[in-house]
């Protein structure tokens, strides 16, 4: 019913900034939420960023100042903008929708890494 498709992934310095695109496609209901997760190596899978239809929107405590996101609905697309790059940013970028409905949605992910 839908796709989520992650891009904008890649291999940065520390302290540099990079933006992560979300799109979803196919059966996408007018209300929704969309989130970002992400998973770093050994680590439980963390939940980023939210942002909803009608203009609700939250962050993790860990990114708080650093990280902001948005959207264009009528495109179904999210951005997370991250700024000041840590290593500790290192990971797998997941997108997620939940629809109206209840129905959850995952994209493969995007790999970011950040070096030192």
């Known amino acids: 019913q839908v796709q989520l498709v992650e891009s904008g992934g890649g291999l940065v310095q520390a302290g540099e900034s990079l933006t992560v695109t979300c799109v979803a496609s196919?059966?996408?209901?007018?209300?929704?939420?969309m989130t970002w997760y992400r998973q770093g190596p050994g680590k439980q899978r963390e939940l980023v960023a939210l942002?909803?239809?009608?203009?609700?929107?939250t962050l993790a405590e860990s990114v708080k100042g650093r990280f902001t996101t948005s959207r264009d609905n009528a495109k179904n697309t999210m951005w997370l903008h991250r700024n000041h790059l840590r290593p500790e940013d290192t990971a797998v970028y997941y997108c997620?929708?939940?629809?109206?409905?209840?129905?959850?949605?995952w994209g493969p992910g995007t790999q970011v890494t950040v070096s030192s």
């Open positions: 942002r909803s239809t009608g203009g609700m929107a």
């Open positions: 196919g059966s996408i209901n007018s209300v929704n939420t």
């Open positions: 997620n929708l939940v629809q109206g409905n209840g129905e959850k949605y």
